[in-house]
Every structure is written in structure tokens, then in C-alpha cells.
């Protein structure tokens, strides 16, 4: 059975930074894409960030203006989301997700984890 498991999400001021992990078991984790996707109080799931199986090759949501970075372990079976310069309209439930092709619609995803809150907010 399939398992991704995302941390660090938490409450941070405007201006501040959070890393996000995500752990994945069940599969074999360097065979998938994982992306990064989030989603605001009434609002649709968007593409946050995306990495290739093999992590050479990375797409953020041009929105984010490269605050946010995607990064993997394929030893630890880990991918990461470095969060910087955050601002309130960050604040949403952030999900991980993995897929066998390399997608930004949230419809390429076989697998996704729970989510964690990120607050961001004086």
C-alpha cells in the first residue's frame, strides 16, 4: 500500500520560511514525478512545484516568482518543498503527490498524501 506522509507545515510570520517533506513507501519511489500542489479555504487545488523521477528536471507555478523550491532524496525516499519569503496568501493545506508521467494538472497523480497546514500570518 501506497503511503505519502508530508511534515512541517506550521504557523510563520510573513517574511519567513518553512521546508515541507514528504515521505513516500509502498512504490518505487525514483519511478514517479512528485509534485507539490496546495489549496486555500474555498478555493480549487493548484500546482504548486514539480520534480522528474530522477530530480534533474524541476517546474514551479510561475506565480510563485521562484520563492519556492523543489528538491528529492531518492535514498530517503523524500522530496522537499523549501518555502521562502512567504506571504499570507500562502496559507493552505499542501499536498504531495506522486506520478508516473510529469504533469502540472493534479489529474497526472496516482498517489497523494494527507497534507499539511501552512499558516502564514502575524
Known amino acids: 500500500q501506497v503511503h505519502l506522509v508530508e511534515s512541517g507545515g506550521g504557523l510563520v510570520q510573513p517574511g519567513g520560511s518553512l521546508r515541507l517533506s514528504c515521505v513516500a513507501s509502498g512504490l518505487t519511489f525514483s519511478g514517479y514525478a512528485m509534485g507539490w500542489f496546495r489549496q486555500a479555504p474555498g478555493k480549487e487545488r493548484e500546482f504548486v512545484a514539480i520534480?522528474?523521477?530522477?530530480?534533474?528536471?524541476?517546474r514551479s507555478a510561475d506565480s510563485l516568482k521562484g520563492r519556492f523550491t523543489i528538491s528529492r532524496d531518492n535514498a530517503k525516499n523524500t522530496v522537499y518543498l523549501q518555502m521562502n519569503s512567504l506571504k499570507p496568501e500562502d496559507t493552505a493545506v499542501y499536498y504531495c503527490a506522486a506520478g508516473v508521467t510529469f504533469g502540472l494538472s493534479s489529474t497526472a497523480y496516482d498517489y497523494w498524501g494527507q497534507g499539511t497546514q501552512v499558516t502564514v500570518s502575524s
Open positions: 520534480i522528474t523521477s530522477d530530480g534533474a528536471g524541476t
